[in-house]
Every structure is written in C-alpha cells, then in structure tokens.
T-cell receptor
Framework: DGGITQSPKYLFRKEGQNVTLSCEQN?????MYWYRQDPGQGLRLIYYSQIVNDFQKGDIAEGYSVSREKKESFPLTVTSAQKNPTAFYLC????????????FGSGTQLSVL | AQKITQTQPGMFVQEKEAVTLDCTYD???????LFWYKQPSSGEMIFLIYQGSYDQQNATEGRYSLNFQKARKSANLVISASQLGDSAMYFCAMRPGGAGGTSYGKLTFGQGTILTVHP
C-alpha cells in the first residue's frame, strides 16, 4: 500500500545530542514537509521541500536541519541547538495541483531524557 | 500573514446527530485553499475535505460538508449523522495562493477542536 512511513514512533534525546527522524514515502510525491505539534496545539511548519536537493525553511526552522537526496526520503535532524525539542513530529507529502492535499505519516513522539 | 481561528476547544454531540465545527480565517491573499483534517488519538492526520476560495459550491465529501461563507471568512465543517469513530481532534487549515507557487503546501493550522461523540 502507498503511504508515508515515519520511524521511530518514539524517540528519546539526551541533552546535547542530535537525533534524526526518518520519513519515507512511496506515493511518488514531489513535495515533502515536516511539522511540529505541541500538546493541545496546531501544527507548525519546520521545513519543506518541493524537489530533490532543494528545501526551504518554514516558520520554526531554528535548531533543525533536513536533507532531500532522494525523492522518497526527507529525514529531519533535531540538533542540540533546539532547546525545547519535546513534541510530536509529523511528516507529510503532496502532489502538485489545485487542491494539493497533504498526506501525513503516523508521527514520531520525541522526548528529552 | 495567514491566521486560522478555531474558537471551540471542545464539542460534544450525540451519536447520529449533526455537529458544526467553527473555523474563521484571515488572509490578504486573493486566492487560497481551505482544508479540514481529523486527528484521532493515534496521531496521524486524515484529510477530510477541501474548499477553494473561488469554488462556487460548498464542498461535500460523504458525511462531511464545508459551509463556506467567503464574506465572513468562515469555513465551518458540518458532520452529519455523527458516529462514535468521529471522536477526534479536528483541524482547520489554510494554504494561500492558487495551484503551485511559492505558497506550495504551506498549510497554516488552527488550534483544533476536540470532538466527543456520545452513544
């Protein structure tokens, strides 16, 4: 079945450590996105990529980094510069077109030890 | 800048009844798209319905319909014949601009409304 796979489901980060969240899609979508969700809040855009080897900062990019070396993959690294990383992270992808709906993965819950 | 406001932190509805979830938005863009997503306790986001700013008809998808009032900048979600499985968080979201362009996929989300369906 086509879809978006995020791993791991739960991740723990020690202080000063970088951690990487995986996102893979087999929907053949050009665009991919990373969102952060804090408890009781809406989603905020971290980074997005419209095409391989290109990506743009979203609204809260500080302390995060991404790469887009393959169409199917868009990993997110939470660096030690991100002082409040505890959140639920959602990856999404979309096609082009007028209604450009986003398809989401099942998310990764990141917590700080 | 775009802003989405969902003023109902929580809503309750009896099974088989209809419920309306409110959403107002603010944008200076002449064209935009409006989306509703459902987030069950599992965490994934499920697309429900889409309305384009130039669409003449209100969008409908099965039991979901979008009451779009452009002059009031509102895009309320109506769920008919509620089911227990409808209990979830619901998010309204907006994307500025038409197809493609620099706003590509940059959805702005509201704070969400938790819907509880009682048997």
């Amino acid at each position: 079945d086509g879809g978006i796979t995020q791993s791991p489901k739960y991740l723990f980060r020690k202080e000063g450590q970088n951690v990487t969240l995986s996102c893979e899609q087999n929907l053949n979508h050009d665009a991919m996105y990373w969102y952060r969700q804090d408890p009781g809040q809406g989603l905020r855009l971290i980074y997005y990529s419209q095409i391989v080897n290109d990506f743009q900062k979203g609204d809260i990019a500080e302390g995060y980094s991404v790469s887009r070396e393959k169409k199917e993959s868009f990993p997110l690294t939470v660096t030690s510069a991100q002082k409040n990383p505890t959140a639920f992270y959602l990856c999404a992808s979309s096609t082009t077109g007028y209604n450009e709906k986003l398809f989401f993965g099942s998310g990764t819950q990141l917590s700080v030890l | 800048a775009q802003k989405i406001t969902q003023t109902q932190p929580g809503m309750f509805v009896q099974e088989k009844e209809a419920v309306t979830l409110d959403c107002t938005y603010d944008t200076s863009d002449p064209s935009y798209g409006l989306f509703w997503y459902k987030q069950p306790s599992s965490g994934e986001m499920i697309f429900l319905i889409y309305q384009g700013s130039y669409d003449q008809q209100n969008a409908t998808e099965g039991r979901y319909s979008l009451n779009f009032q452009k002059a009031r900048k509102s895009a309320n979600l109506v769920i008919s014949a509620s089911q227990l499985g409808d209990s979830a968080m619901y998010f309204c979201a907006m994307r500025p601009g038409g197809a493609g362009g620099t706003s590509y996929g940059k959805l702005t989300f509201g704070q969400g409304t938790i819907l509880t369906v009682h048997p």
